[in-house]
Structure formats: C-alpha cells, structure tokens
C-alpha cells in the first residue's frame, strides 16, 4: 500500500457520480458476466479505488432497489462500485451449476484484475458482500490476486460445512436445506433482461432452464464433512489469506461464530465486529442498535485502499455487544445491552474460561427436587429423556432475516419438553463472550442419536430466554468427517459447542441447561426414537466463557448514527407481511409449522417500469412418536414483467425420509404470459449417512 498520508477523514469530499447501468466483463474462456457500476463522474480523470460485490442475486432487479442503496454513496465519496452477477445468473452468461466453486472463485479473481485495469481505477481494489458475497470475498481473497487490498465480509462463514444452511454440529438441517436449493433454483431459472442480453434473451433463457441443476443433489450426496466442502472453507488455510479483513456479524445471525474463528486463524491485518443485528446490514437491521456502516466502512477502505490514516487500525480489534435479558419476543426492534471491546480474540478465549456448573440429577430420595447445575461435581444420578417430535417447533429461526417469527419466544414450554438443569438464583451479573461449552457422559438406545443444547436466562417469573444453542449428531461425535454409529447402552463422554454469545445474566436471575434428542425442524429427526441416558457425574458440566468488564469497554468511541442515502424508487403493487404459523392436531398428533416469506411483495421500479412479485412457502410437519412422519413441503415462484417481458417461473419440492434413505422430489415451471415454457422434475433418494 506504501506510505499512510495522515489526513481529517471527517473532510471527505462528496461527489457527482455517474453510473453505468449494464457492461459486460468478458472472462478468458469467453463468458461475458454482466455488471453495473457507480463510480465518480470525474474518475477517468482521477483515477479512484474498485469495491467488488459478486453475487447471484440478479443486481438488475432482485437486488436493484438493495444496491442503491449503498453504492452510490461509496461513489459519491470516491469509489467505483461493481456489482457483477456470477456466472449463469442475472445478466451474465454461463450456467451457475452449483455455490462457491474453483470456477466462480476464479472468476471472482479475474473480474478484481479486469477492475483494476479500468483507465478510472487506481489498480486498488477491495472487495464486500454480505451472505454469499461475504462467502466469496473470502474466497476470492484466499487466491490472492495481485489487485486485491482489502476485504468487508458481512454474515459470513469459513467452513462451508460445520456453518452453513446443509449441516451444524454434523447434523442434516431440516429447516434450510430443501427450502434454500429450491429458492436458487427459482432465481438460477429466471431469464436474463431483454434490456441487457437483446433478442438472445429467450434462447439463453432456454438454455438456462434446461441445464441449471437442482443443487440438493450434490449436498446431500455428501454428508460428512469431505473435500467437496473443504473446498472453499476458508478455514482450511488462514494463511492463504494475506488481505486485510473485516469480519462483521450479529448475534441473531447464524453465520456470527466465523467472525471470532476469522480473528483467531488469521494472522494479516483484522479487525471483527457483533452486533445485536439479524442478516441484514448494520445500518437497518433489526434488532439495533443500528449504526452508521457506510462511515465505517469508509474509514476501512479509505485506510486500506487510499492509504488514508482514520485511526480505524489503532482501535481493538473486536468489538461486540454484550445483550442484556430482555423479554422474549417474535421479533425485536432493539436489543439492550452495551458495547465491550477485546485487543485480541485468541487472547481472550485463553482467559475467559473457568466459570463450571456441574449437572445434578433430581427424583429419587436424598436428591434435589429438580436437576440442578452446581458447583460441586454431580451427584451420579442417571437421567432418561425420550425426545418428543415436536420440541424445536419455538426455535425461530437460525438465520433470522429481522422479520416477526424470527425470534424464539419464551422457552418454558420448549425447557419442558427436555431434560433441563437450572442454577439457583444469582448472587452477581454473569456475563460471558464466547463459547459455552457443554459436557455430557451419555449412552443412547439407538446406533443414530442427536442431541441438541440450549443455554436460558431464566427471569424471578419464569420466563424462559433462549441466549444461546448447540447441536451435535453423535455418529460425528469422532469428527465431522466421519460417521460411526453408537453402540447402543455404551457410555461416551460428548463434548458440544454452542454457538458464541455476549449476554448478562443478571442477579436474581438463573441459568437453565436444556437438553434434548429432537428440535424439529431445525435439525432431522433419527429414523428411531431415541431413548438417551444422561449420568450426572463429573463427566457432565456445562463451563461458560465469563468475562469481567474490561477499562477498554469505557474507551470505545461511538459508532455514528445510520446513513439513510435516497433509495432508488419503486411502488409497492401488493405487500403480504412475513407470516409464521404453528398448528397442533389433536387428533392425528400432527404437527406443522408455516414459513410464509414476503420477499419483497409486488413492487414496480419507477426508473424503468420493471414489475417484480415473489412468494416463498415453506411448510413442516411431524407426527408425535413418529420421527418418520418429518416432511418438508415448499412452494415458491418469481415474476417480473414490463411490457412484451413477461415472465413466471413456479418451483416446488418435498423432503421426506424413510429408516434408510432421504427422499425428495422438486418441480420447476416456467411461463411466459399466459403460455407454459417448460417444465422439469427431479425424484431423488440418498442413502442416510449417520442421520
């Protein structure tokens, strides 16, 4: 980067900016992928730094109104934006045949060298994203073309396996894995716009639909952890990465725990960032507080790729929200709580261990009336839990996006459906940052068992807040790349990681462990029911990362208040707000939860009359004493329409699973106006591989 000049950041200039709406980025095999760039209008004179999005979420529509809202404000303040659609997606040529490949990851690398090489680029280029850009950023950045100075990856994570939508702790999710491969199918199916691809768009949509596979297929073709997943885990080489890195994520995000791994395994320039936030930016995400992240991100690129000094690299390196207890809720507009901040990640895990509870078992003469965690070690009882189908159905969402449902509500109907081991009332506040970690010596009646950990601030009424969670499969209990079934009635020693957190656990207050075998539908059932056998001797404890308050937490500076640029017009045609429901029969025992997404409504963009509408459905259900009887069904479409363009493409797929096999079955139909275009179908089955 060469020498850092010192300048006032708060004098940046804002700009006129230009924008170029649609150009082609020709790839050396002949792939042309399609892009739209904001940049200064004086940059051919100037020569400014590249900030690189690459995504396939279709930046001429999907994501237009989403862009706006961001780039320009990075142009207006001296940089070029690019947001490129991968291969096979949006405007670009190819077939996408699958996420995170070698091929996109080294397309990834020629577009930052075709920026670059622009007459209004400076040869510096950065790149960002949140979700599968912040994925590919990494990526990218693990290939080190020359060009590339500095990274932003938002919600995020370094192990495509361990932390992603497929599998956690080496179990099958129930609640992402169909209902994702059937939303990239819809938005890989969608034609490029007339607009930008001519009269080829029709054949090329064709084409598209005939080829774009059903992605499902590769992923539950590997269920353990093997180098179809390494590939692309960031995790597997740090060193790989010599880039400057900014890892940011919130505590309601499923992808949070890469942002402590990524400051622990890196050894370049970083910086780490938790918020209270959802999978969403910081500036608008629920729940907030909401900050200003277009000025910070600014000061990062403005030190790393304009070697402006704005004190952004003299500040901790992590800073985290550390959550108060608030009332459980569907959905959470602010989250109490404070910013702490810690110099180093590894040097904090090296010290904030230490805090034990020890389960105690309860029911039998001479024993506590309820298991307990003490301090003591435990007291040798031997506890039995059978799982029942429909404990999970409060757990909210993994990955919550900000909408109602989202959030767990209050956990007392999910503590008793458990085996659950509750402190007595605090002395003092407790406040852990980190990982809790959970012990557990088991034997189970099966070969194929799960159990699932859930960390609870329990109020002086009662109420139940879920702070944190961990699951692992036990046939992965060895090694997630690997699967070795229990000896059924055989004692093991398990140890299970929940997923980081910064909580207070206020005085008066009581920390409840709850285990159970089943949480439908975040996690597949075994194909039997489990009878699990916990011994609550020194083999079984729960250990918190506590943390005292650190004279760093006072010296913090403010984050600015959220910047709100002028968005890019549309009107809403129809809104259908995010519904979740939950039903119980009484009768049959059936059980069903209803994900009904709003992923946008209708809505008609003002700039060029392109109307877009979206639905996603997704239904499941499970029977009572029936692990079998888990069914995934989901339905969803897309549509965009201006003018002669006239578009529809309507998919839809069932996930089910017999004692050895998982069975799924998907439909994709594309119309235009009135007439049906095409239509594929896939019935599937895959072996259960430790699930």
């Given at each position: 980067?060469?020498?850092?000049?010192?300048v006032?950041?708060?004098?940046?200039?804002?700009?006129?900016?230009?924008?170029?709406?649609?150009?082609?980025?020709?790839?050396?095999?002949?792939?042309?992928?399609?892009?739209?760039?904001?940049?200064?209008?004086?940059?051919?004179?100037?020569?400014?730094?590249a900030?690189?999005?690459?995504?396939?979420?279709?930046?001429?529509?999907?994501?237009?109104?989403r862009?706006?809202?961001?780039?320009?404000?990075?142009?207006?303040?001296?940089?070029a934006?690019?947001?490129?659609d991968l291969?096979?997606?949006?405007?670009?040529?190819?077939?996408?045949?699958?996420?995170?490949?070698?091929?996109?990851q080294?397309?990834?690398?020629?577009v930052?060298?075709?920026?670059?090489?622009?007459?209004?680029?400076t040869?510096?280029?950065?790149?960002?994203?949140?979700?599968?850009?912040?994925?590919?950023?990494?990526?990218?950045?693990?290939?080190?073309?020359?060009a590339?100075?500095?990274?932003?990856?938002?919600?995020?994570?370094?192990?495509?396996?361990?932390?992603?939508v497929?599998?956690?702790?080496?179990?099958?999710?129930?609640?992402?894995?169909?209902?994702?491969?059937?939303s990239?199918?819809?938005w890989n199916?969608?034609?490029?716009?007339?607009?930008?691809?001519?009269?080829d768009?029709?054949?090329?949509?064709?084409?598209r639909?005939?080829?774009?596979?059903?992605?499902?297929?590769?992923?539950?073709a590997?269920?353990?952890?093997?180098?179809?997943?390494?590939?692309?885990?960031?995790?597997?080489d740090?060193?790989?990465i010599?880039?400057?890195?900014?890892?940011?994520?919130?505590?309601?995000?499923?992808?949070?725990?890469?942002?402590?791994?990524?400051?622990?395994?890196?050894?370049?320039?970083?910086?780490?960032?938790?918020?209270p936030?959802?999978?969403?930016?910081?500036?608008?995400?629920?729940?907030?507080?909401?900050?200003?992240?277009?000025?910070?991100?600014?000061?990062?690129?403005?030190?790393?790729?304009?070697?402006?000094?704005?004190?952004?690299?003299?500040e901790?390196?992590?800073?985290?929200?550390?959550q108060?207890?608030?009332?459980?809720?569907p959905?959470?507009?602010?989250?109490?709580?404070?910013?702490?901040?810690?110099?180093?990640?590894?040097?904090?895990?090296?010290?904030?261990?230490?805090r034990?509870?020890?389960?105690?078992?309860a029911?039998e003469?001479?024993?506590?009336?309820?298991?307990?965690?003490?301090?003591?070690?435990?007291?040798?009882?031997?506890?039995?839990?059978?799982?029942?189908?429909?404990?999970g159905?409060?757990?909210?969402?993994?990955?919550?996006?900000?909408?109602?449902?989202?959030?767990?509500?209050?956990?007392?109907?999910?503590?008793?459906?458990?085996?659950?081991?509750?402190?007595?009332?605090?002395?003092?506040?407790?406040?852990?940052?980190?990982?809790?970690?959970?012990?557990?010596?088991?034997?189970?009646?099966?070969?194929?068992c799960?159990?699932?950990?859930?960390?609870?601030?329990?109020?002086?009424?009662?109420t139940?807040?879920?702070?944190?969670?961990?699951?692992?499969?036990l046939a992965?209990?060895?090694?997630?790349?690997?699967?070795?079934?229990?000896?059924?009635?055989?004692r093991?020693?398990?140890?299970?990681?929940?997923?980081a957190?910064?909580?207070?656990?206020d005085?008066?207050?009581?920390?409840?462990?709850?285990v159970?075998?089943?949480?439908?539908?975040?996690?597949?059932?075994?194909?039997q029911?489990?009878?699990?056998s916990?011994?609550?001797?020194?083999g079984?404890?729960?250990?918190?990362?506590?943390?005292?308050?650190?004279?760093?937490?006072?010296?913090?500076?403010?984050?600015?208040?959220?910047?709100?640029?002028?968005?890019?017009?549309?009107?809403?045609?129809?809104?259908?707000?995010?519904?979740?429901?939950?039903?119980?029969?009484?009768?049959?025992?059936?059980?069903a939860?209803?994900?009904?997404w709003d992923?946008?409504?209708?809505?008609?963009?003002?700039?060029?009359?392109?109307?877009?509408?979206?639905?996603?459905?997704?239904?499941?259900?499970?029977?009572?004493?029936?692990?079998?009887?888990?069914?995934?069904?989901?339905?969803?479409?897309?549509?965009?329409?201006?003018?002669?363009?006239?578009?529809?493409?309507?998919?839809?797929?069932?996930?089910?699973?017999?004692?050895?096999?998982?069975?799924?079955?998907?439909?994709?139909?594309?119309?235009?106006?009135?007439h049906?275009?095409?239509?594929?179908?896939?019935?599937?089955?895959?072996?259960?591989?430790?699930?």
């Amino acid at each position: 980067m060469g020498e850092v000049t010192k300048v006032n950041p708060g004098t940046r200039q804002v700009r006129p900016t230009r924008t170029i709406e649609h150009t082609f980025i020709t790839l050396l095999d002949g792939t042309r992928l399609a892009s739209r760039i904001w940049l200064p209008a004086d940059a051919d004179a100037s020569g400014v730094p590249a900030i690189l999005d690459f995504l396939p979420y279709r930046y001429g529509d999907l994501m237009a109104v989403r862009d706006a809202s961001i780039y320009p404000y990075l142009a207006a303040r001296g940089y070029a934006c690019a947001r490129v659609d991968l291969r096979g997606t949006g405007n670009s040529e190819g077939i996408i045949l699958d996420e995170y490949t070698p091929q996109e990851q080294g397309d990834g690398a020629e577009v930052v060298a075709w920026l670059a090489a622009q007459p209004w680029c400076t040869g510096a280029v950065g790149m960002t994203g949140i979700s599968w850009g912040g994925f590919n950023a990494l990526q990218v950045a693990a290939r080190r073309p020359p060009a590339l100075r500095a990274v932003i990856s938002l919600c995020a994570t370094d192990d495509r396996y361990a932390d992603d939508v497929h599998y956690r702790g080496g179990c099958l999710l129930g609640l992402d894995m169909l209902q994702w491969a059937v939303s990239m199918l819809t938005w890989n199916a969608l034609p490029p716009d007339p607009v930008m691809a001519g009269e080829d768009w029709r054949r090329r949509w064709h084409e598209r639909i005939a080829q774009t596979p059903a992605f499902i297929e590769t992923w539950l073709a590997h269920q353990t952890r093997d180098a179809y997943w390494r590939q692309g885990s960031v995790c597997e080489d740090y060193g790989a990465i010599d880039t400057p890195v900014y890892a940011i994520g919130g505590w309601a995000d499923g992808y949070s725990d890469a942002v402590l791994r990524l400051l622990a395994g890196l050894s370049g320039p970083r910086k780490g960032l938790i918020g209270p936030w959802s999978h969403a930016f910081p500036h608008h995400s629920m729940p907030g507080p909401r900050i200003g992240f277009l000025e910070e991100s600014l000061r990062w690129w403005d030190h790393w790729l304009k070697g402006i000094d704005t004190g952004i690299m003299d500040e901790p390196m992590l800073r985290a929200w550390m959550q108060n207890y608030t009332e459980p809720a569907p959905r959470h507009e602010e989250w109490p709580g404070r910013w702490v901040a810690e110099q180093g990640w590894s040097l904090l895990s090296a010290r904030s261990r230490g805090r034990r509870w020890f389960l105690h078992g309860a029911g039998e003469p001479g024993l506590p009336a309820s298991p307990g965690l003490q301090a003591t070690a435990g007291n040798g009882a031997v506890l039995q839990h059978r799982g029942q189908q429909s404990a999970g159905l409060d757990a909210g969402a993994i990955t919550a996006d900000g909408a109602h449902g989202d959030w767990p509500g209050d956990q007392r109907a999910e503590d008793g459906r458990s085996l659950s081991f509750t402190t007595g009332p605090l002395e003092a506040d407790v406040e852990i940052l980190g990982h809790a970690a959970v012990a557990l010596e088991v034997s189970a009646d099966r070969p194929a068992c799960s159990i699932v950990v859930r960390l609870c601030d329990v109020a002086a009424d009662g109420t139940s807040l879920r702070v944190t969670w961990g699951m692992l499969n036990l046939a992965r209990r060895h090694g997630f790349d690997r699967s070795d079934p229990l000896v059924p009635h055989e004692r093991e020693t398990v140890a299970v990681e929940m997923k980081a957190i910064a909580h207070r656990f206020d005085a008066g207050h009581r920390i409840r462990l709850a285990v159970s075998t089943t949480y439908w539908p975040w996690i597949w059932p075994a194909p039997q029911e489990v009878e699990l056998s916990v011994y609550c001797g020194e083999g079984s404890s729960l250990e918190l990362p506590v943390r005292e308050p650190q004279a760093l937490d006072d010296q913090l500076a403010p984050f600015g208040p959220p910047e709100h640029p002028e968005v890019l017009a549309f009107e809403t045609l129809v809104r259908r707000p995010t519904a979740r429901f939950i039903s119980h029969d009484m009768t049959s025992g059936q059980h069903a939860l209803r994900f009904d997404w709003d992923v946008g409504g209708r809505t008609r963009l003002e700039s060029d009359g392109l109307e877009m509408d979206g639905r996603n459905l997704t239904t499941y259900t499970v029977r009572d004493g029936d692990p079998l009887s888990a069914t995934v069904v989901t339905e969803q479409s897309a549509l965009l329409r201006r003018g002669d363009y006239d578009v529809r493409v309507e998919t839809s797929g069932v996930m089910s699973g017999t004692e050895d096999s998982f069975l799924v079955t998907m439909h994709l139909d594309a119309s235009e106006g009135a007439h049906r275009v095409a239509h594929r179908q896939w019935r599937l089955e895959f072996p259960r591989v430790g699930n």
